[in-house]
């Protein structure tokens, strides 16, 4: 199974902005959907941004927003790091969240947030207004 290590998380200004990174154990990108999710205290986590950059002629290549970041979030992958980022900017409080790395396989794609199984431990970040 793949192993997720996120960094990049920390404190940030209202309107300032981050970039997080997630570093995969192996190179898995033609088979695997990534994705960064948020949870804060006493809530579900919450999907923020899909991506997939595979080859597989079944899957096309995509990404996908919630409608809370669409515009000021912007995931990306970097396959020879075996990396995918997660790049926000125009950051507010309630971005305030611990950051979390996920992964599934692409064969039932990779629209459904809930089919991500495999985790990274995450990383905070605190917005202040």
């Known amino acids: 199974q793949v192993q997720l290590v996120e960094s990049g998380g920390g404190p940030v200004q209202d309107g300032g902005s981050l970039i997080l990174s997630c570093e995969a154990s192996?190179?898995?990108?033609?088979?695997?959907?990534m994705a960064w999710f948020r949870q804060v205290p006493e809530k579900e986590r919450e999907g923020v941004a899909i991506i997939y950059t595979g080859s597989l002629s079944t899957y096309p290549r995509n990404t996908q927003y919630a409608d809370s970041v669409k515009g000021r979030f912007t995931i990306s992958q970097d396959r020879a790091k075996n990396t995918v980022y997660l790049q926000m900017n125009n950051l507010k409080p309630e971005d305030s969240a611990m950051y979390y790395c996920a992964a599934k396989g692409v064969l039932s794609g990779c629209e459904r947030w809930d089919e991500y199984s495999t985790w990274g431990q995450g990383t905070q970040v605190t917005v202040s207004s």
């Open positions: 192996e190179n898995t990108y033609d088979t695997t959907c």
